[in-house]
């Protein structure tokens, strides 16, 4: 790889990102989950984070952090819409307390009431236009003011390609909303996910033994059936994306 180009300490203002994608990508393919977590580190130092959702396979990439991050330099962001379920919030203080965190939260400047009174319930009327409001309120726009503030460069996130169709497509690396995107575990199956967590004695988030193999917010997530397993079962149905991982977050609400 050439090193002029992949090292370079004189990265100038988002939207910047001089980084040669194909080469970046050619370069991370081979690579472990945890080297690739090093090499955005090695690029990027305080100007990286990493999010997560304190979800179902969340402890896998936040205890690569943590075998990494020793000197805790490192920020995890969380989103937190304020309608996680319960679980989710005592998961992640135990992980946050576990593996030693420095987490921000990430939450919308509208609270849930203000939102409700303004709005309604937008997750519940059936409407694609209305889900997509509700995302760009309570994730997106938390996320992007999260990133501006922690001025983040670069963010890793536990997506895998099995997830949903526009995960399929994705790189190991790409350009999202002027910020690099880092998938680390883009390839891993669900076995690699549970063998890892097995092998490391990562603890289950609580929903996972009552059927959930995804989980997200409380009204929006439901556990596996026979009829719909995985991705499928968030939203209603409706969309599997929330459009953090998406270039135009718009594009799954028209």
């Known amino acids: 790889m050439d090193d002029k180009h992949m090292t370079s300490r004189k990265l100038e203002k988002i939207p910047f990102l001089k980084i040669p994608l194909k080469e970046a990508r050619k370069h991370l393919e081979p690579l472990s989950p945890q080297k690739r977590l090093t090499w955005a580190y090695e690029q990027f130092g305080p100007h990286l984070a990493i999010t997560t959702s ?122 999202i909303r002027n910020r690099l995107s880092l998938r680390p575990i883009l390839e891993w199956s669900q076995k690699d996910i549970f063998y890892y967590m097995q092998t490391n004695d990562l603890p289950q988030h609580p929903l996972f033994e009552k059927g959930y193999s995804t989980i997200g917010d409380w009204h929006s997530s439901s556990p596996d059936t026979t009829d719909a397993a995985g991705r499928k079962t968030r939203f209603g149905g409706l969309q599997q994306e929330c459009g953090i991982h998406i270039e135009d977050s718009n594009k799954e609400h028209k």
């Not at 203000?114 to 309120?137: C, F, P, Q, V």
């Open 54 to 175: 304190f979800g179902i396979q969340s402890s896998v990439l936040l205890h690569m952090l943590y075998q990494l991050n020793s000197g805790n330099t490192i920020k995890v962001i969380w989103v937190d819409t304020g309608y996680l379920p319960k679980e989710t919030y005592q998961y992640a203080a135990a992980l946050t307390d576990r593996l030693k965190l420095d987490v921000t939260v990430a939450q919308s400047i509208i609270t849930p009431a203000r939102m409700e009174a303004l709005y309604g319930e937008l997750w519940n009327t059936n409407s694609l236009k209305d889900m997509g409001k509700y995302h760009r309120i309570r994730k997106v726009e938390p996320l992007e003011k999260a990133l501006e503030d922690l001025d983040i460069y670069c963010w890793a996130s536990g997506v895998r390609s099995s997830q949903t169709d526009n995960r399929s497509s994705m790189s190991i690396l790409d350009r």
